[in-house]
């Protein structure tokens, strides 16, 4: 659980605050002005402040605790402060009296992206991915070959880059190497090293990655893509701990773990016999698998959260912003990328965005065919079928043209999961005018 900071001076909220956060199971550190909290020197993950405290306002200590995400508590007649607040850079703003249920899902998106960021990336915390992070800590010491199935874009490396760093392996570099992005024809030096003369351009002798990787862990990225006769060559260094360079006939022993990856179907290769079936079984000792994004919950707007907070400090605009839409939008997605997509669409997002709120049309999201199925390396995986591409402003054009005339603004604003406000300021930046017998409803 996390560890919170309250800032408060009214004995009330503070009780009230404090008793909900502890039944939860986060440790509370209280400060009753300014001054005490900015003389807190523990390491916290969240602070929940009251916008007005004796000495001054609770907007002031977002700059001092940045990039500690904050929590403003305003009035009723404060409104604006929360405003104000948020263009500085405040994680989120409630108005009081405080719903502790929206409190507290606020304050685990917040303390998640302050604490996760250091864990390997491995940002989220819904229930695959707290089955994925307890499986990493079990098989990390262990020292054996892990197969790490799951489709493009979901952190494939980001998981061996995890289990190394718990390994006991942890005080080398990891090597990473991507099997589909070396030509085939150099595969094998680079994997296996080679002599002088081996080939043309073989000027001296050069280790291999995988002796380069020596008494450390060997990331081997698309491993459905090495040819046959590179995966007859690994399994040797499996079973035997020995490579030899090309053009060699000298024996090298190495001690190194390795974590293999892939999207493709290796059971469905196996029988095609484009993989070797002795390799894959040597491959499989331990099979860990990534969800796809569409999968993780309310881990989507936490990893949006923490890339538009990455992506807006980088380009200096911390104003930045989801609407509601917005993030509805994100967590309706399909992410067929998965999370490579997300981060590159909310890149997109905070270059073009003209005002401190991300509308949902600055996605540029487009909408997909049906879910396909999770897949992991040994499992039977479905093709997609090739469906047209629309984006998110057509889409929103061609529903409201073809329901206008069975549904009322009501209905449809509700059928798009926003506001009627949000319809209306949309037909008009859209041209899409109301029906005329429209102010009847």
């Not at 296996?192 to 291999?208: C, E, I, L, M, Q």
């Not at 006939?249 to 484009?274: C, F, P, W």
């Not at 065919?369 to 998110?392: D, I, K, T």
Request: a negative charge; one cysteine or more; aromatic letters at 4%.
């Amino acid at each position: 659980m996390a560890t919170l900071l309250l800032v408060t001076d009214e004995a009330i909220i503070r009780k009230s605050i404090q008793m909900g956060l502890e039944k939860q199971g986060h440790a509370i550190l209280i400060a009753e002005s300014l001054l005490a909290a900015k003389q807190v020197t523990t390491a916290i993950d969240c602070v929940i402040c009251e916008h007005r405290l004796a000495d001054g306002s609770g907007i002031d200590l977002i700059a001092h605790f940045k990039p500690i995400p904050l929590i403003l508590l305003v009035g009723q007649v404060s409104l604006r402060a929360g405003i104000v607040a948020m263009r500085k850079g405040a994680f989120d703003c409630f108005t009081k009296p405080v719903d502790h249920h929206d409190l507290l899902k606020a304050i685990d998106r917040a303390a998640a992206r302050a604490t996760q960021a250091s864990q390997d990336g491995m940002i989220g915390h819904c229930a695959v991915m707290l089955k994925l992070k307890k499986q990493i800590s079990r098989v990390a010491p262990l020292d054996t070959t892990i197969l790490v199935g799951g489709e493009s874009g979901t952190g494939k490396e980001l998981v061996a880059q995890a289990i190394h760093r718990q390994s006991q392996r942890a005080d080398r570099e990891m090597l990473s190497v991507n099997c589909a992005a070396i030509p085939e024809s150099l595969i094998e030096a680079e994997l296996f090293g080679h002599v002088k003369g081996a080939f043309t351009g073989a000027t001296s002798d050069r280790a291999g990655l995988i002796e380069s990787a020596d008494q450390s862990t060997l990331f081997l990225d698309e491993i459905g893509e090495l040819p046959l006769e590179a995966q007859s060559r690994l399994l040797r260094v499996l079973q035997e701990g020995e490579i030899r360079r090309v053009g060699s006939t000298e024996r090298t022993y190495v001690d190194v773990r390795l974590i293999a990856a892939t999207h493709r179907n290796l059971l469905e290769m196996v029988s095609k016999g484009q993989f070797r079936e002795d390799l894959y079984y040597r491959l499989n000792v331990i099979e860990l698998s990534c969800p796809p994004l569409r999968e993780r919950g309310e881990d989507i707007l936490l990893l949006a959260e923490f890339f538009l907070n990455a992506i807006q400090t980088q380009m200096a605009r911390p104003e930045l912003r989801f609407s509601q839409d917005t993030q509805q939008a994100i967590q309706q997605h399909h992410w067929p990328g998965n999370v490579r997509e997300l981060a590159n669409v909310i890149e997109r997002a905070v270059v073009l965005c003209e005002g401190p709120l991300i509308d949902a049309l600055d996605l540029s999201l487009q909408s997909h065919g049906s879910n396909p199925p999770q897949f992991s390396a040994g499992e039977q995986r479905r093709p997609s079928e090739n469906r047209p591409m629309m984006s998110l402003e057509d889409y929103f054009q061609h529903f409201v043209l073809s329901h206008e005339e069975q549904m009322s603004e009501t209905e449809l604003a509700k059928r798009l999961g926003i506001s009627r406000k949000s319809l209306w300021e949309r037909r008009n930046r859209l041209g899409i005018p109301r029906r005329k017998d429209e102010g009847t409803e």
